[in-house]
Protein backbone atom coordinates (compact mmCIF):
# COMPACT_ATOMS: atom_id res chain seq x y z
CA UNK A 1 0.00 0.00 0.00
CA UNK A 2 1.56 3.35 -1.03
CA UNK A 3 1.52 6.44 1.45
CA UNK A 4 -1.75 8.18 -0.70
CA UNK A 5 -3.21 4.94 -0.47
CA UNK A 6 -3.11 4.89 3.43
CA UNK A 7 -4.01 8.21 3.97
CA UNK A 8 -7.07 7.93 1.62
CA UNK A 9 -7.79 4.28 3.36
CA UNK A 10 -7.47 6.51 7.26
CA UNK A 11 -9.42 9.27 5.86
CA UNK A 12 -12.61 6.86 4.85
CA UNK A 13 -11.75 4.80 8.05
CA UNK A 14 -12.39 8.23 10.18
CA UNK A 15 -15.65 8.99 8.15
CA UNK A 16 -17.11 6.31 8.93
CA UNK A 17 -16.43 6.17 12.52
CA UNK A 18 -17.68 9.47 12.82
CA UNK A 19 -20.91 8.79 11.18
CA UNK A 20 -21.46 5.79 13.35
CA UNK A 21 -20.76 7.99 16.64
CA UNK A 22 -22.99 11.13 14.60
CA UNK A 23 -25.96 7.93 14.39
CA UNK A 24 -25.37 6.79 17.97
CA UNK A 25 -25.80 10.86 19.10
CA UNK A 26 -28.97 10.86 17.41
CA UNK A 27 -31.41 12.36 20.11
CA UNK A 28 -34.82 10.80 21.04
CA UNK A 29 -37.48 12.23 19.34
CA UNK A 30 -39.44 14.54 21.46
CA UNK A 31 -43.37 16.24 21.22
CA UNK A 32 -41.52 19.66 20.46
CA UNK A 33 -39.86 18.50 16.73
CA UNK A 34 -43.02 18.69 14.90
CA UNK A 35 -44.49 22.05 16.78
CA UNK A 36 -45.09 24.42 14.12
CA UNK A 37 -45.50 28.20 15.17
CA UNK A 38 -45.67 30.05 12.35
CA UNK A 39 -46.81 30.93 9.40
CA UNK A 40 -50.09 32.13 12.06
CA UNK A 41 -53.67 32.03 10.82
CA UNK A 42 -55.25 35.30 10.37
CA UNK A 43 -58.33 36.09 11.99
CA UNK A 44 -61.65 35.83 10.82
CA UNK A 45 -65.31 36.38 12.51
CA UNK A 46 -67.53 34.07 11.68
CA UNK A 47 -70.91 34.64 11.02
CA UNK A 48 -74.31 33.53 13.43
CA UNK A 49 -75.09 29.97 12.48
CA UNK A 50 -77.34 27.16 13.78
CA UNK A 51 -76.95 23.63 11.62
CA UNK A 52 -80.31 21.30 12.30
CA UNK A 53 -79.83 17.72 11.27
CA UNK A 54 -81.16 16.60 7.50
CA UNK A 55 -83.50 14.13 7.25
CA UNK A 56 -81.15 11.57 6.51
CA UNK A 57 -78.64 12.35 9.43
CA UNK A 58 -78.15 9.89 12.20
CA UNK A 59 -78.56 11.50 15.51
CA UNK A 60 -75.39 10.95 17.47
CA UNK A 61 -76.16 13.39 20.51
CA UNK A 62 -79.45 15.07 20.32
CA UNK A 63 -79.28 16.76 24.51
CA UNK A 64 -81.12 13.52 25.96
CA UNK A 65 -78.67 10.93 26.30
CA UNK A 66 -75.54 9.09 25.66
CA UNK A 67 -76.82 5.97 23.79
CA UNK A 68 -75.21 6.55 21.00
CA UNK A 69 -71.47 6.34 22.97
CA UNK A 70 -69.36 4.23 24.85
CA UNK A 71 -66.31 4.22 26.47
CA UNK A 72 -63.57 4.22 24.35
CA UNK A 73 -61.29 2.68 26.45
CA UNK A 74 -63.58 -0.66 27.59
CA UNK A 75 -66.71 -0.26 25.60
CA UNK A 76 -68.87 0.29 28.31
CA UNK A 77 -71.43 2.47 28.49
CA UNK A 78 -70.15 6.56 27.83
CA UNK A 79 -70.25 8.30 31.29
CA UNK A 80 -69.75 11.81 30.54
CA UNK A 81 -72.45 14.41 32.16
CA UNK A 82 -75.69 14.65 30.36
CA UNK A 83 -77.62 18.03 31.41
CA UNK A 84 -79.23 20.67 30.11
CA UNK A 85 -79.46 19.42 26.43
CA UNK A 86 -75.74 18.46 26.44
CA UNK A 87 -72.70 16.99 27.56
CA UNK A 88 -69.90 18.14 29.20
CA UNK A 89 -66.34 16.11 29.21
CA UNK A 90 -65.62 14.15 32.51
CA UNK A 91 -62.09 14.19 33.38
CA UNK A 92 -62.50 12.01 36.58
CA UNK A 93 -60.05 9.00 36.58
CA UNK A 94 -60.98 6.13 34.40
CA UNK A 95 -63.60 7.85 32.55
CA UNK A 96 -61.72 9.16 29.58
CA UNK A 97 -62.38 9.62 25.75
CA UNK A 98 -65.74 8.27 24.54
CA UNK A 99 -66.66 7.19 20.69
CA UNK A 100 -69.41 6.48 18.94
CA UNK A 101 -71.29 2.89 18.76
CA UNK A 102 -71.49 2.82 15.26
CA UNK A 103 -68.28 2.95 12.96
CA UNK A 104 -67.87 4.89 9.73
CA UNK A 105 -66.07 4.84 6.77
CA UNK A 106 -66.53 8.44 4.54
CA UNK A 107 -69.02 10.62 6.15
CA UNK A 108 -70.47 14.42 6.30
CA UNK A 109 -70.10 15.44 10.15
CA UNK A 110 -71.61 18.41 12.44
CA UNK A 111 -70.78 18.96 15.61
CA UNK A 112 -71.06 21.84 18.47
CA UNK A 113 -68.35 22.62 21.18
CA UNK A 114 -68.08 25.22 23.58
CA UNK A 115 -65.36 26.48 25.89
CA UNK A 116 -66.34 27.58 29.18
CA UNK A 117 -66.54 31.01 29.88
CA UNK A 118 -64.05 31.06 32.67
CA UNK A 119 -61.74 28.90 31.24
CA UNK A 120 -58.07 29.23 32.37
CA UNK A 121 -54.85 28.07 31.58
CA UNK A 122 -52.44 28.32 27.96
CA UNK A 123 -51.27 26.75 24.73
CA UNK A 124 -52.34 23.60 25.13
CA UNK A 125 -53.76 23.30 28.43
CA UNK A 126 -56.64 25.64 27.70
CA UNK A 127 -59.75 23.77 26.72
CA UNK A 128 -58.15 20.76 25.14
CA UNK A 129 -60.20 18.29 23.33
CA UNK A 130 -60.52 16.70 20.23
CA UNK A 131 -62.80 14.60 17.64
CA UNK A 132 -60.25 12.18 16.42
CA UNK A 133 -62.64 11.70 12.90
CA UNK A 134 -61.74 7.76 13.08
CA UNK A 135 -60.54 6.13 15.95
CA UNK A 136 -58.58 3.60 15.48
CA UNK A 137 -57.66 2.42 18.96
CA UNK A 138 -58.76 3.56 22.95
CA UNK A 139 -55.87 6.39 23.55
CA UNK A 140 -55.45 9.09 20.97
CA UNK A 141 -54.96 6.85 18.09
CA UNK A 142 -56.65 7.91 15.33
CA UNK A 143 -57.27 10.89 13.24
CA UNK A 144 -57.61 14.28 15.41
CA UNK A 145 -59.25 17.11 14.36
CA UNK A 146 -57.96 19.47 17.21
CA UNK A 147 -60.67 20.93 20.04
CA UNK A 148 -58.96 23.90 21.90
CA UNK A 149 -59.29 27.63 23.22
CA UNK A 150 -57.76 29.38 20.24
CA UNK A 151 -59.38 32.54 20.45
CA UNK A 152 -56.88 34.89 21.89
CA UNK A 153 -54.47 31.56 22.72
CA UNK A 154 -50.68 31.17 21.17
CA UNK A 155 -49.90 27.69 20.70
CA UNK A 156 -48.09 26.01 17.58
CA UNK A 157 -50.21 26.53 14.98
CA UNK A 158 -50.46 23.26 13.52
CA UNK A 159 -51.95 22.50 16.82
CA UNK A 160 -54.36 25.38 17.67
CA UNK A 161 -58.31 25.09 17.53
CA UNK A 162 -59.48 23.60 13.99
CA UNK A 163 -55.62 22.07 12.60
CA UNK A 164 -55.81 18.55 11.70
CA UNK A 165 -53.27 17.64 14.78
CA UNK A 166 -49.80 18.40 14.05
CA UNK A 167 -49.83 18.03 10.30
CA UNK A 168 -52.30 20.97 8.91
CA UNK A 169 -52.40 24.59 9.85
CA UNK A 170 -56.27 25.87 9.86
CA UNK A 171 -56.28 27.94 6.75
CA UNK A 172 -57.62 30.92 9.14
CA UNK A 173 -58.40 31.64 12.82
CA UNK A 174 -62.46 31.56 12.95
CA UNK A 175 -62.69 30.90 16.68
CA UNK A 176 -65.50 32.50 18.86
CA UNK A 177 -64.58 33.54 22.37
CA UNK A 178 -64.91 30.97 25.00
CA UNK A 179 -68.80 30.80 26.39
CA UNK A 180 -69.93 30.72 22.97
CA UNK A 181 -71.19 27.89 20.89
CA UNK A 182 -68.87 27.00 17.68
CA UNK A 183 -69.73 24.18 15.30
CA UNK A 184 -67.30 22.03 12.72
CA UNK A 185 -68.73 20.59 9.74
CA UNK A 186 -66.37 18.15 8.46
CA UNK A 187 -66.15 15.94 5.30
CA UNK A 188 -64.20 12.99 6.05
CA UNK A 189 -62.95 10.74 2.93
CA UNK A 190 -61.28 7.63 5.06
CA UNK A 191 -58.08 5.97 3.86
CA UNK A 192 -58.45 2.65 1.96
CA UNK A 193 -56.04 -0.30 1.94
CA UNK A 194 -54.66 -3.35 0.26
CA UNK A 195 -55.05 -6.25 1.43
CA UNK A 196 -51.25 -6.04 2.41
CA UNK A 197 -51.87 -3.62 4.56
CA UNK A 198 -50.43 -0.61 2.51
CA UNK A 199 -52.06 2.36 1.60
CA UNK A 200 -54.10 2.66 -1.54
CA UNK A 201 -55.34 6.24 -0.83
CA UNK A 202 -54.97 8.40 1.59
CA UNK A 203 -56.76 10.45 4.30
CA UNK A 204 -58.92 13.64 2.80
CA UNK A 205 -60.40 16.35 5.07
CA UNK A 206 -62.25 18.88 4.17
CA UNK A 207 -63.31 21.62 7.63
CA UNK A 208 -65.80 24.29 7.85
CA UNK A 209 -65.60 25.66 11.30
CA UNK A 210 -67.96 28.26 12.80
CA UNK A 211 -68.92 28.22 8.62
CA UNK A 212 -65.72 29.06 7.61
CA UNK A 213 -63.74 27.23 5.68
CA UNK A 214 -60.41 25.93 7.29
CA UNK A 215 -59.39 23.03 5.84
CA UNK A 216 -59.78 21.86 2.00
CA UNK A 217 -59.75 18.81 0.96
CA UNK A 218 -56.24 18.45 3.13
CA UNK A 219 -54.58 15.16 1.91
CA UNK A 220 -53.29 13.25 5.78
CA UNK A 221 -50.00 11.71 6.04
CA UNK A 222 -51.40 9.35 8.19
CA UNK A 223 -52.51 9.10 11.84
CA UNK A 224 -52.33 12.21 13.82
CA UNK A 225 -49.02 11.84 16.43
CA UNK A 226 -48.01 13.53 19.38
CA UNK A 227 -44.62 12.31 18.81
CA UNK A 228 -43.02 11.48 15.77
CA UNK A 229 -44.12 11.34 11.76
CA UNK A 230 -47.05 9.95 10.78
CA UNK A 231 -48.12 7.08 9.26
CA UNK A 232 -50.97 4.60 8.20
CA UNK A 233 -52.13 1.99 10.08
CA UNK A 234 -54.58 -0.21 7.83
CA UNK A 235 -58.61 -0.30 9.12
CA UNK A 236 -61.75 -0.68 7.27
CA UNK A 237 -64.77 1.19 9.22
CA UNK A 238 -63.67 2.96 12.88
CA UNK A 239 -66.11 4.93 15.49
CA UNK A 240 -65.50 8.54 15.88
CA UNK A 241 -64.06 9.49 19.15
CA UNK A 242 -64.10 12.85 21.86
CA UNK A 243 -60.99 13.65 23.49
CA UNK A 244 -60.84 13.69 27.66
CA UNK A 245 -57.98 15.75 27.05
CA UNK A 246 -55.52 15.48 30.88
CA UNK A 247 -55.03 19.17 30.78
CA UNK A 248 -56.65 20.56 34.39
CA UNK A 249 -58.59 22.93 32.54
CA UNK A 250 -62.48 23.37 32.79
CA UNK A 251 -63.86 20.63 31.09
CA UNK A 252 -66.17 21.73 27.80
CA UNK A 253 -69.35 20.57 26.38
CA UNK A 254 -70.79 19.26 23.13
CA UNK A 255 -74.55 19.51 21.55
CA UNK A 256 -76.05 18.81 18.29
CA UNK A 257 -73.72 15.70 16.58
CA UNK A 258 -75.10 14.65 13.97
CA UNK A 259 -73.24 12.74 11.06
CA UNK A 260 -74.37 11.43 7.08
CA UNK A 261 -72.66 8.65 5.42
CA UNK A 262 -71.76 9.65 1.98
CA UNK A 263 -72.71 6.70 -0.47
CA UNK A 264 -71.61 7.49 -3.85
CA UNK A 265 -75.17 7.99 -6.20
CA UNK A 266 -73.67 5.36 -9.13
MG1 LIG B 1 -56.80 17.57 21.55
Do not use: C
Not at 11 to 16: P, R, W, Y
Not at 79 to 92: A, L, R
Not at 235 to 246: E, N, S, T, V
Amino acid sequence: MTRTQFSQLLAFATLVTLAASLSAQQPAPKPEDTEVWTPVPKIVTPGVTNEAPPSDAIILFDGKNQDEWVSAQDKSPAKWVVHDGIFTVSKERGVGNIETKRTFKDYQLHIEWRIPENITGSGQARGNSGVFLASTGPGDDGYELQVLDSYNNTTYVNGQAASMYKQSIPLVNANRKPGEWQSYDVVWTAPTFTDDGSLKTPAYVTVFFNGVLVQNHFELKGQTLFIGKPFYKKYDRAPIKLQAHGDKSEPLSFRNIWVREIKEIN
